[in-house]
């Protein structure tokens, strides 16, 4: 039994050391239980005007039917209407973030490597800025100081929600990461920081 408790502490422990509690004060609208799309708080796309610092606002949150089907969410983009069903017969990496979270910002250089190096590949990945702190440094701020590569979208606790009710977990940790298979199922959750190594590795099984 006292080996049972210290091996459950050590997990925990090593839990917290790569991944930060929710935070922030965030307003959310109710989330219907069909298939409507569900507007969010933001619905004015958001852009910074600073090359590589652009982020979009998630303007639409459909819950799936069936569990680890992924979500459908709808941003602007370019002046171009996107959604994740659009990037189906890619695998996508959904990588949850928030500006003030430690792990968070360290593993952002290896995911924008990893961006760059797949660019080519069948693969999309898409950060998402959520648990938002108005204490902390906005997300415009953020990206002017650290451009980031892929896609940058700005949500809130109706996004959190759609994935939480589709993976049947919750989420309370930030970094965490889906990835999304080519029919769009979510097949790994991966809660906490990840070097490029590991990521690369996991990715591969999906898109090979």
């Not at 933001?42 to 992924?70: D, H, L, M």
């Amino acid at each position: 039994m006292r080996k049972n408790i210290l091996i459950a502490f050590a997990l925990v422990i090593s839990i917290g050391l790569y991944s930060c509690g929710k935070k922030g004060d965030n307003t959310t609208t109710e989330n219907k239980k069909d298939n409507t799309p569900v507007p969010t708080n933001n619905t004015t796309p958001k852009t910074s005007s600073t090359s590589g610092a652009s982020y979009y606002t998630v303007s639409s949150v459909t819950a799936s039917t069936s569990k680890n089907t992924a979500p459908n969410f709808t941003w602007e983009e370019n002046g171009k209407k996107m959604s994740m069903d659009d990037l189906k017969g890619n695998v996508v990496l959904v990588n949850l973030w928030a500006t003030w979270c430690g792990p968070c910002k360290k593993e952002i250089p290896d995911l924008s490597k990893i961006s760059q190096d797949l660019k080519d590949k069948n693969f999309k990945m898409i950060g998402v800025n959520i648990f938002q702190n108005p204490k902390s440094q906005s997300i415009g701020d953020f990206l002017k100081e650290n451009p980031i590569p892929y896609t940058i979208l700005d949500a809130n606790e109706d996004f959190v929600k759609a994935f939480a009710d589709a993976t049947k977990n919750e989420i309370e940790a930030v970094p965490t990461t889906f990835i999304v298979d080519k029919k769009g199922n979510i097949v790994e959750t991966i809660v906490g920081a990840r070097d490029e190594a590991s990521f690369t590795k996991t990715i591969n099984k999906y898109l090979n």
